[in-house]
């Protein structure tokens, strides 16, 4: 079946501007999930989402990112004033209800922030 | 503070060589185990996982694992490397202590098998 998908694959912004990053988890998958893996670093974990649950956002490095969840499928991570710290690789995963340990990825958006 | 350790950042092996990459993490209480790799242009795949029981993991591919709780480990080993393993490895834990829902991951190892 259809994996997480993420879009867009690239995205190149000028220091300041807005973006927003998409992601669409496997089909049924209640839980999502964004990690962003910077240059040298491993995967950091930022937002969470379970159902209609409010979500996790401990993992968010500053009020400058947010996410949302509409209708349980679709996730958008929105980051404002982007800095160049930004550039990253922000990878979105999904899981099932009853096996929510298992988290599944998609491809990543490379983000590059000038 | 709660991290998890991948000792090996990268590796280069011949193929046909044996492979064990080092995985230590420091939470206590009930946690998961896993170990996802990353080929090349290609997304994070899971290669294997332990909940419980059997702590010695089969994974993809020829993969295993072996939980060790007293050292808080969870290495990767395959007995005979190909070109095809070629690849960036990831061991990843998420813990009753910090909420399931969070993947710990270390920083990865990358594994370059010469043909």
């Known amino acids: 079946g259809a994996g997480v998908s993420q879009s867009p694959s690239n995205k190149v912004t000028e220091k300041g501007k807005d973006v927003e990053l998409r992601c669409d988890p496997i089909s049924g998958h209640t839980a999502l999930y964004w990690y962003r893996q910077s240059l040298g670093q491993g995967l950091e974990f930022l937002i969470y989402f379970q159902g209609n649950s409010a979500p996790d956002k401990s993992g968010l490095p500053s009020d400058r990112f947010s996410a949302e969840r509409t209708g349980g499928s679709v996730s958008t991570l929105t980051i404002q004033r982007t800095q160049q710290e930004d550039s990253a690789v922000y990878l979105c995963?999904?899981?099932?209800?009853?096996?929510?340990?298992?988290?599944?990825f998609g491809p990543g958006t490379r983000l590059l922030v000038l | 503070a709660q991290s998890v350790s991948q000792h090996n950042h990268h590796v280069i092996l011949s193929e046909a060589a044996s492979l064990e990459l080092g995985c230590n993490y420091s939470?206590?209480?009930?946690?998961?185990l896993f170990w996802y790799v990353q080929y090349p242009g290609q997304h994070l795949q899971l290669l294997l996982k332990?909940?419980?029981?059997?702590?010695l993991v089969k994974g993809i591919k020829g993969f295993e694992a072996e939980f060790i709780k007293s050292k808080f480990s969870f290495n990767l080993r395959k007995p005979s490397v190909q070109w095809s393993d070629t690849a960036e490895y990831f061991c990843a834990v998420n813990a009753g202590s910090t909420g399931f829902q969070k993947l710990v991951f270390g920083t990865g190892t990358r594994l370059l098998v010469s043909p």
């Open positions: 332990y909940f419980s029981g059997d702590p």
């Open positions: 995963a999904s899981s099932r209800k009853y096996d929510q340990e298992t988290q599944y």
């Open positions: 939470y206590g209480g009930t946690v998961n």
